[in-house]
C-alpha cells in the first residue's frame, strides 16, 4: 500500500532550512524530496519500529526558551500509536531529566526513535497533547526516515529501574574534568533545536543523532565545544533551525557508566574558513557555547556493547593540530 507524502500546499522546510538549500543550490530539489518522504502521520512501518524500541530520545523547550536534549526508556511496547496521527510515550522522565520542567501541553517537541544495534532511525515533531501519570501523548507534525550514516552499532540490555529513583545531580555553567573526560571519549550525542516561528514562541522543535570517531568533538574551554559536520541527506533540519533560532541543547550519554550530561546554550555553524579543514572530512563546523548543564550519575539504565564505527566515518578524524 502506497504511503502518500507530504499533503500540503506549503513546502515541509520552513524558511530556516530552505535558506540553507537555497545557498547551496538545492532548494528545489530538496522541495521536491521532502514532498515525498515527509509525511504529516505515521506509516505503518514506523508504527512498529518505535513499538519496538527501549528507548527514545526527545527534544524540548522550556520555559526560558532554551532547547534541551532527553532520553525516556521502556519495555518493548512503552511507545505506542493508537491511530497513525498519535504517538504515545508511556514513561515518566529519568531522575533529574529537563523534562520534569518542560512537558507542558500545547507545546512543541522532538522525537528521535533510533535503534543502535540496527543503525536505523525515524523522526516525529510534533506537539504535546497531554501529559499524565499514564504517559505522554503528541500530535503528529511530521514523520520521516533518516539514514544510517555515522551512526555507532551498540548491543545493549534494559535493566532494571525506577525512573523516580534519586540520582546525585551535579549542575554545572562550565565543564569540569569529569564532564570533559565524558565528551572527549564520546563517538555519539544528540542534540535538539527549534524552530522559531515568532520571537516569542518555539513552534518547532528536532532532536538529531551526531556520531564520529572518539574525540570528535573538540573541547575549546570550558564552556565551549566545537563539532565536525560531515554530508548528509541535505534537509539541514538542525542547522535550519539554527539559522532563526541560535539555542540548542546537547545530550552525551556515558555509555560505561550511564551517566548523562544535558548540556544547553547557543550554538552557531562556521560555514567556510580554514578551520573546517582540521578535522578531515567536515563539510562545515558546529560551534557550541554552554550556559548551563546537569550531570547525572548513574542514570541510564541501559547496559552497552563496545561500539562498531560506522564505515561512514573512515574517511573522517581526527582533529590535526
Not at 498519535?86 to 526513535?113: K, M, S
Not at 522559531?196 to 570550558?222: E, K, L, N
Request: hydrophobic share 35%.
Amino acid at each position: 500500500m502506497a504511503n502518500p507524502g507530504w499533503p500540503h500546499t506549503a513546502s515541509p522546510f520552513h524558511e530556516g532550512e530552505r535558506s540553507i538549500h537555497a545557498r547551496f543550490g538545492i532548494l528545489e530539489r530538496m522541495d521536491r524530496q521532502g514532498r515525498r518522504i515527509i509525511r504529516d502521520y505515521m506509516p505503518e512501518q514506523h508504527r512498529q519500529f518505535f513499538a519496538q524500541l527501549s528507548y527514545l530520545l526527545v527534544g524540548t523547550v522550556d520555559d526560558n526558551g532554551q532547547p534541551w536534549a532527553s532520553i525516556v526508556v521502556g519495555e518493548p511496547g512503552f511507545v505506542s500509536s493508537p491511530n497513525e496521527r498519535i504517538i504515545h510515550i508511556a514513561a515518566q522522565p529519568l531522575y533529574g531529566d529537563p523534562l520534569h520542567r518542560t512537558l507542558i501541553e500545547g507545546v512543541g517537541i522532538g522525537l528521535l526513535g533510533i535503534e543502535l544495534p540496527t543503525r536505523r532511525r525515524n523522526r516525529l515533531n510534533g506537539t504535546i497533547q497531554s501529559v499524565n501519570s499514564q504517559g505522554i501523548s503528541v500530535a503528529v507534525g511530521q514523520s520521516f526516515g533518516n539514514c544510517p550514516q555515522y551512526i555507532q552499532a551498540r548491543r545493549f540490555d534494559l535493566q532494571g529501574f525506577d525512573p523516580a529513583e534519586p540520582k546525585l545531580v551535579q549542575s554545572l555553567t562550565t565543564l569540569g574534568p569529569v564532564e570533559q573526560a565524558i565528551i572527549a571519549a564520546a563517538d555519539t550525542f544528540f542534540i535538539a533545536t527549534a524552530y522559531q516561528a515568532t520571537p516569542d514562541a518555539a513552534s518547532g522543535v528536532d532532536v538529531s543523532h551526531r556520531g564520529g570517531h572518539p574525540g570528535f568533538v573538540r573541547i575549546d574551554d570550558a564552556q565551549t565545544l566545537t563539532i565536525p559536520d560531515f554530508s548528509g541527506n541535505g534537509h539541514f533540519n538542525t542547522f535550519g533551525n539554527l539559522e532563526l533560532n541560535p539555542h540548542a541543547g546537547l545530550l552525551f550519554l556515558d555509555f560505561e557508566q550511564g551517566d548523562l550530561l544535558y548540556l544547553t546554550g547557543t550554538a552557531e555553524v562556521l560555514w567556510e574558513g580554514d578551520e573546517i579543514g582540521q578535522y578531515p572530512g567536515a563539510e562545515r563546523l558546529l560551534r557550541f557555547y554552554l550556559h548551563r548543564g546537569d550531570h547525572i550519575e548513574g542514570s541510564l539504565p541501559l547496559g552497552w556493547s563496545a561500539p562498531e564505527i560506522s564505515p561512514f566515518l573512515d574517511a573522517t578524524g581526527p582533529w590535526l593540530t
